[in-house]
């Protein structure tokens, strides 16, 4: 069988062994967009534009939308020790930024020692001092991690409600941490020597308890957490494959401190396809650096980031950082990810002397909600073409001058369905809910949106019709839909219904049935929310959800 998920959805990982080949080019194929439920629940989240689950014929056009860059870096701690040398990368490479609703402030976790920085406008960072310490608050030992993942985890007790991932190398390990318990199973060889996962918890996101080993990975390897499925999954850079050549492993566990696998039970997962194109400028085939996700309203939001190269010599003798771009993906089942549209969302400037030209890197917890936008938080490199060398252990400039900034977005403005002067339409496929009050995110001020509500045949159900509809004319993220008969469909719940959005000149990103006339979707809020708006300023519940 398998799990019975929110959405309707049946979810099974078995079905990772049989459909997906890493030798293939072509993209992960997606059963849930093929074979869709009859009727589909909507009881969980605003309901978003990114694909064709929720909609049985339209008129409109899709159109994928990119972040807008802050501009500058933000304010962090410069990345340099006391003699004006770069420290090792100590921006985030995963790391994570948060909005922390007990302390009300922003949280991020940057670098190599779990460095952690707070902020009350996610823009100015302070420093309160604290590196990360483990067991008997002994300092982080290692430098370098390559890659961690840090999350608040609300669904936890107090004691364990921050979780961090980190990779480490074993031989680092063992010169500076030799406690560590390591697995004499573990294979000791590989390209660069084999990387180590580790998990640890934390009652405040400073003192870390001691690490335990997860199971052998590649760099860049990291973690997050499925509340739909209540899973924590492991996103697994795997060198078996080709030393070279970047695909990502999938295993999930109950528990987070469970995460450990044995032989053949991590699955090949993903990794750049046939529609992730070259940069004309470098030429070399794309990779699938790393993968990033959070649950987002109704539905899984990854976070891919594309390594186009050129190889780590030819940066290192120019003193550049590689090209990275950043690009996003859509999964309602948290195993198969359609990624609808590869332009870059965050791309790299690739403009000298700008804080993000190149390695613009992913951030745990993906994106912050923020008054009506999302802010998706990244790292970058400079560079220092100044500082060349013949290779990358030669101690070139490619990885100097550290930058931390964010990216904005409109709230659920991945996707928006659009028309022109004449009108279109958009009808769903059989819904099922329980609230009462229909909300929706849509821009007109120069056109007009009306909803009408339909039976599972087809046919109106008066007085929820077009006619009797109050015309949206205005750019808002949360409106409610009204007709003249009255707002509340609470006559109608629990029974397939239809809706049919008719749309003039203007832009419909997602819709909602609230239990209030508060707008709240009761879906997942990303990385927190610091929101100032009463529709949001409802309670939220320990899963991070909007209630």
């Not at 948290?334 to 549209?341: A, N, S």
């Not at 219904?497 to 809020?525: C, D, E």
Request: aromatic share 10%; hydrophobic share 35%.
């Amino acid at each position: 069988m398998g799990q019975l998920l929110h959405n309707g959805l049946v979810c099974s990982e078995d079905s990772l062994s049989t459909e997906c080949a890493v030798d293939s080019s072509k993209p992960m194929p997606v059963p849930y967009l093929r074979n869709r439920p009859a009727v589909i629940p909507i009881n969980t989240g605003r309901q978003l534009m990114v694909d064709d689950f929720l909609i049985e014929e339209t008129t409109l056009t899709r159109r994928f939308h990119q972040a807008i860059k802050h501009g500058s870096a933000v304010t962090v701690p410069v990345c340099k020790d006391k003699d004006g040398n770069d420290l090792p990368l100590r921006v985030p490479k995963s790391g994570g930024v948060w909005w922390d609703t007990a302390d009300q402030r922003y949280k991020m976790w940057k670098g190599s020692a779990l460095d952690y920085l707070t902020s009350l406008d996610g823009v100015e960072w302070s420093d309160p001092g604290l590196v990360g310490t483990i067991g008997n608050a002994k300092p982080c030992p290692w430098k370098g991690t390559a890659s961690d993942t840090v999350l608040i985890d609300e669904d936890d007790v107090p004691s364990r409600r921050y979780k961090c991932y980190v990779r480490l190398g074993i031989g680092t390990l063992k010169k500076t941490y030799p406690e560590l318990v390591i697995p004499e199973s573990f294979p000791k060889g590989g390209w660069r020597g084999w990387q180590v996962g580790f998990v640890m918890t934390s009652p405040d996101g400073v003192h870390w308890s001691e690490p335990i080993a997860t199971t052998p990975v590649g760099d860049r390897s990291t973690m997050f957490y499925d509340p739909f499925r209540k899973k924590w999954v492991s996103s697994i850079r795997n060198y078996s494959h080709n030393p070279m050549r970047r695909v990502r492993n999938y295993f999930s566990s109950d528990e987070f401190l469970a995460a450990q696998w044995g032989e053949g039970e991590a699955p090949f997962w993903m990794k750049a396809d046939e529609r992730d194109l070259p940069d004309p400028r470098i030429g070399d085939d794309p990779h699938l650096y790393n993968v990033d996700a959070v649950a987002y309203e109704s539905l899984m939001l990854g976070s891919f980031e594309i390594l186009l190269g050129p190889h780590n010599d030819i940066c290192a003798q120019g003193g550049f950082p590689k090209t990275t771009d950043i690009k996003l993906g859509f999964s309602r089942d948290g195993i198969h990810w359609d990624r609808p549209c590869r332009e870059a969302f965050i791309p790299s400037s690739r403009k000298p002397d700008t804080w993000d030209r190149g390695y613009v890197q992913s951030i745990g917890g993906v994106c912050v909600v923020s008054d009506d936008e999302l802010r998706f938080y990244y790292s970058g490199l400079m560079g220092d073409t100044s500082n060349k060398g013949e290779s990358e252990a030669a101690g070139s400039g490619m990885y100097s001058n550290q930058g931390i900034g964010f990216a904005s977005l409109r709230r659920d403005g991945f996707a928006s369905m659009e028309s022109t002067a004449d009108a279109g339409s958009l009808t769903t496929r059989p819904l099922i809910f329980d609230g009462r009050f229909l909300f929706v995110n849509a821009d007109v001020p120069e056109g007009a949106l009306t909803v009408e509500l339909l039976d599972e045949a087809g046919a109106v159900i008066s007085p929820f019709d077009a006619a009797h509809c109050r015309p949206i004319c205005t750019d808002s993220t949360c409106i409610q839909v009204e007709w003249e008969g009255g707002a509340d469909l609470s006559a109608h719940q629990e029974k397939p219904i239809r809706l049919r959005f008719i749309l003039t000149s203007g832009s419909l990103y997602s819709f909602w049935i609230s239990p209030n006339k508060t707008g709240a979707s009761r879906g997942y809020l990303a990385a927190g929310c610091k929101d100032r708006n009463a529709y949001i300023d409802a309670p939220v519940c320990r899963s991070g959800r909007s209630t």
